[in-house]
């Protein structure tokens, strides 16, 4: 019986950790993540270069199992699921949008052509997806179909890489810095679909980026800062979050105007909290004796 994908795939860490080697030293490059995004979200990760974003992806991806902790895509367990288990998630249920269009498509092959190959694993499984036509249509790109793919230009070549992922209709879309070195119209055009895609198939979205402007136009983002959960967002406004073993990270622009080493009191008020600092600790900043 042919069936499309159900849309909507969630996502569940649990105390996620990934430990890489690096000279000889292990580095943690996630440090126990709890992340839930629950199915339909449209959700963006942030956070400076180095924080752990890209691992994040590749565990959601399955590209490699953690380290430690658990990842859930739509009930499978990545970590405890075998290769062909995972090859299968990553063949429809799961797509991902590397960093770079070029590296999403085949250079050789038209639009039509590159949608067409995208699409036929799907069949092959008997899933029903929409024809060709319109995957390229939603993207806004049917009248290109049968150009060569040196004639679009950077902003159209990220479209297609973005149908070319929806082409087997995933229920999650996984996307690295989908419009980055787009000029401004060509990046708002991609946010644009991508909400789109989100709203019109209830696709789970996440994607990676370092543009403010792509981070407010999105309802939810969390903020990676040295391999944890370090904020999250709404619509623009950033919140800190009590991770489940009581760490509170600070939100960005707050640590940017406390000093490493200060002490801080947080003091309640109803249901509002204030955050007081109190000066350095004993041994840092300006409160360190130089002769000790």
Do not use: W
Request: aromatic share 2%; proline share 7%.
């Amino acid at each position: 019986m042919n069936a499309s994908v159900a849309h909507g795939l969630g996502i569940t860490t649990r105390r996620l950790v990934h430990v890489y080697r690096s000279g000889g030293v292990d580095v943690a490059a996630l440090a126990g993540v709890d992340l839930v995004v629950e199915p339909g979200e449209c959700v963006g990760l942030l956070g400076p270069s180095g924080a752990g974003k890209s691992t994040l992806m590749a565990l959601l991806g399955g590209l490699f199992r953690p380290s430690a902790g658990q990842v859930l895509i739509g009930g499978t367990d990545v970590g405890a699921a075998d290769d062909r288990a995972l090859d299968a998630l990553r063949a429809g249920p799961v797509a991902l949008l590397v960093q770079g269009a070029g590296r999403n498509l085949l250079a050789d092959r038209t639009p039509r052509r590159n949608v067409a190959f995208a699409r036929s694993a799907a069949l092959a499984a008997g899933r029903v997806v929409p024809d060709v036509e319109a995957v390229l249509a939603e993207v806004g790109l049917l009248d290109r179909a049968d150009d060569r793919l040196d004639a679009l230009s950077p902003g159209e070549l990220q479209l297609l890489a973005l149908a070319v992922a929806l082409a087997p209709r995933p229920g999650l879309l996984l996307a690295d810095e989908p419009t980055s070195q787009l000029d401004h119209e060509a990046r708002d055009r991609v946010v644009q679909t991508l909400l789109q895609v989100n709203r019109d198939h209830a696709t789970t979205v996440v994607l990676v980026t370092h543009d403010p402007d792509v981070a407010r136009a999105l309802p939810r983002t969390v903020t990676i800062r040295d391999g944890r959960i370090g904020g999250e967002g709404r619509h623009g406004e950033e919140f800190a979050v009590v991770t489940a073993d009581g760490f509170l990270p600070l939100p960005g622009p707050v640590v940017a105007g406390l000093p490493p080493g200060t002490l801080v009191s947080i003091h309640r008020t109803g249901d509002t909290y204030e955050i007081r600092p109190a000066g350095p600790a004993a041994g840092e900043g300006a409160g360190r004796n130089p002769s000790a």
